[in-house]
């Protein structure tokens, strides 16, 4: 092929034809869906106060102090700042000062987030499958997934992740129509709009790339070299859109800016390719609470190894509490991935349905094969970046279906389909048999029949095979329905929370699975084959708030002791759960604090961030998130001490050296506790650090 061929530029295209006809009850239909929405989103979101108070004390800091707005720093102090990029806070923090601190101001972005998710993906999947049905069936597939109820209404980094990774795949196969007359700004909006999501939450954001690229690479409208350029100015778009914030936090000097939380030597680069980055894929994670490599010790059948954040191998996501919270519709939407390609094998090069196949089949494939196997902390509710995927092509391969219904492998396909998403249901209800028990029955018999029917499809009337669909439909909904309604209805706060009722057994792999909320007390990871309880050989302890779990970690963990829960007695808070002072401890801590930059300081970011949240001065979050970063070293915080900037110690915390991480936290609990006077307020042991040392001496007060 001469270079000539390549270059040359192709005969336009007719303009696409529009996405349906412009059916009349499209618009209320989708009026109504995302209102669903954001009633589901939004009902009794006050219930679960601050949620991840980790988030909720950055977005209050982001609120008072422009600094820290633009670093994510912990506190208004600018003393260290979350493990993340901070993206996702900045609605957050604007929307607290507009709205002054609360639940609601915190959790509402979240929750607009979700509903603006949702109508992208209605609108991207409309347009692909030319099919307002399949837009409007894969829109209330993704309001549905528990998951994605959940992290819709909590505060966590993934609901505006999901946001703009959805939003990038609707402009990239908004680049491969026909008739789009610069596909290159619809690609390069694609491109921003990743190097946005990696602002949001790091490396994850880059797990999309792979589709995007190959989509437009196999389906774009120009010749080949011509698209090849193209995704070369989608990548520096990219580079643009995530390496402005991450060039000046670089280059700003360290001494002026706050600590990089996450990381042993204060660098965003370190953070963003070792603890966010390919530490989540080896389980090299310095500072980390845990970790293992998949195949290591206890490496089961069929390559499937284990770690502290569970099991891994190919059946990960069916396993105890994540198939709960995503995979109810997974078999499907890989059978009519495959069903999909099938039918459009014949189709011109740039079909615009096999276009969006390609796109979410590798989202999904790409993403689900990466948390099956990533042997670093991972947790259930990471998966709702599946939640997009699935739900998508279960709308094009719906509509493909339908269109080739006359065609027996569509007949099969879809009979096969919605067979496997009664199976799934059945088996995914039964491991909370004390949730609506009759339900698994109804969703199995109802999704079976449905499903004999579809298999002869072609041989029925229109009306009959309509009727069929809905009832297909329905039962296929009908078990993530019910968890999300479920979880919805539920409190979750925490680092760590999960969807769906209890669950009671784990599935392929065995194990217990967790508890929903994710309350105080909820632990990382979570036994073999059961993500969201406690790790393997972590006993459940004492519960937190209602629908949470305590956990109490095994003799010789880090921070742990027999019997030692996690998080100190009397509202201290620990590794995974926020401090809850009283109110006599909260006005102790707000006595003369325009006199102090902090009021107090704590091990550990979630200890440090309800007494922030309560006082809304800053706390000064000592080792970050695990108690395992070098901030400050004990020299720095002595100096901090004698220049008489900070008020308070409070006892207890979190983990402290981990994983490879500083000692500086325990150093400095030491030291305080050698040097001043305790007391104890409300069960909480505090020092004052602006009495002096006092070498040893300890005294109690009521």
Known sequence: MSTATLTERPVPAPPAPPPTAPERWYPPTLAGLLLGTAVLYLWGLGESGWANSFYSAAAQAGSESWKAFFFGSSDAANSITVDKTPLSLWPMALSVRVFGLSSWSILVPQAVEGVLAVWLLVATVRRTARSSAAGLLAGATMALTPVAVLMFRFNNPDAMLVLLLVASAYATLRAVESGVRHPVRWLALAGALVGLAFLTKMMQAFLVLPALALVYLVAGQPAVLRRLGHLLVAFGAMIAAAGWWVAIVSLWPAASRPYIGGSQDNSILELTLGYNGFGRLTGDETGS???????????????????????????????????????????????????????????????LARAGLIVWGGWLLVTALTFSFMAGIFHAYYTVALAPAIAALVGIGAALVWQHRRSPVAAGAAALAVAAAAVTGFVLLGRSPDFVPWLRWVVLVLGLVSAVTLAAIRFLPRRVALVAAAVAVAASLAGP?????????????????????????GGPGGGPGGGPGGGPGGAPGGAPGAFGGPPAGMQQGTPGTPGAQGMTPPQGMPGGGQGMPLGIPGGAGGLLESSEPSAELTALLEQDADSYTWVAAAVGSNSAAGYQLATQEPVMAIGGFNGSDPSPTLEEFQQYVADGEIHWFIGGGGFGRSMGGSSSSSDIASWVEENFDASTVDGVTVYDLSSGATTGTTGVAS
């Open 289 to 351: 609470v845990g970790g293992g490599g998949a195949g290591g010790p206890g490496a089961g059948p069929g390559g499937a190894g284990g770690s502290m954040w569970g099991q891994t191998g190919i059946t990960r996501l069916l396993d105890g509490e994540i198939g709960g919270q995503v995979a109810w519709l997974l078999p499907s939407a890989l059978v009519l991935l495959v069903a999909g390609l099938w039918l459009t094998r014949r189709a011109a090069r740039t079909d």
């Open 481 to 505: 329905a019910s968890y999300a309604v479920q979880t919805a209805a539920t409190a979750h706060t925490g680092s760590i929370p999960t969807a769906g009722p209890a669950v009671t057994s």
